[in-house]
């Protein structure tokens, strides 16, 4: 008996079980490539927003955070677009666009979290409907059913479950994989975003101390 055979033996729910597979894979991938994408030199980014930020060269910024196209290069390029009006806005900015981004990485997981809830209940559904025809049959046979009657309802019955955890648990796996790794992401975002604030807050300081004793 081929797999095949096997999976049509498990009936309509192991239809339903292959649809969450494919819908928790699709996921599965599409996280993997945006995490991808998300990475990042952050101490070489940082090194060149801060170079351009102090020659007052805010439109070549913007272009790396463009040239960059990740979530921190994003964050940084939105509050950069405020920096005419001061750091306060450009921290407002900045808040805003991570909230933003931090959704865009959740995106999909809790999809991804129902399959890896409801794939192993589904499995253990078609096992009990399994199990209760099963138990039709040998009511049906007035007690007479032999052993391998039984056997054969119940490892039908059976497959299911089976079929339901192996799609559950890898899919529970990845979930909290990638919360791991946007939490992560999340920390590094958090530290980049701070660290531009607070230059162009200096950066404000020193040019009002040079102003003050100019007019001095």
Not at 171 to 178: R, V
Request: proline share 2%; aromatic share 6%.
């Amino acid at each position: 008996m081929n797999l095949l055979e096997i999976f049509l033996k498990g009936g309509i729910i192991m239809w339903l079980i292959l649809i969450c597979s494919i819908i928790g894979l699709a996921v599965v991938i599409d996280r993997f490539i945006v995490l991808r994408k998300a990475k990042i030199n952050i101490p070489a980014f940082l090194v060149r927003i801060r170079g351009l930020i102090k020659k007052k060269d805010i439109s070549g910024a913007i272009s790396h955070c463009m040239e960059e196209k990740s979530p921190i290069a994003n964050v940084v390029r939105k509050g950069l677009k405020k920096y005419r009006f001061g750091h306060d806005r450009v921290k407002e900015a900045i808040e805003n666009a991570g909230n933003q981004e931090i959704s865009k990485l959740e995106k999909g997981l809790t999809i991804l979290a129902t399959v890896a809830g409801i794939a192993p209940l589904l499995g253990f559904l078609g096992t009990v409907t399994g199990m209760i025809q099963a138990f039709m049959t040998i009511e049906d046979l007035a007690g007479a059913a032999n052993p391998s009657d039984l056997a054969g309802g119940i490892w039908e019955a059976l497959i299911t479950t089976a079929f339901g955890l192996i799609v559950g648990i890898p899919a529970l796996a990845f979930y909290n994989y990638f919360l791991s790794a946007i939490k992560r992401l999340v920390g590094e975002i958090e530290v980049v975003a701070n660290d531009v604030v607070e230059f162009i807050q200096d950066e404000e300081s020193v040019e009002q101390e040079i102003d003050d004793e100019i007019e001095l």
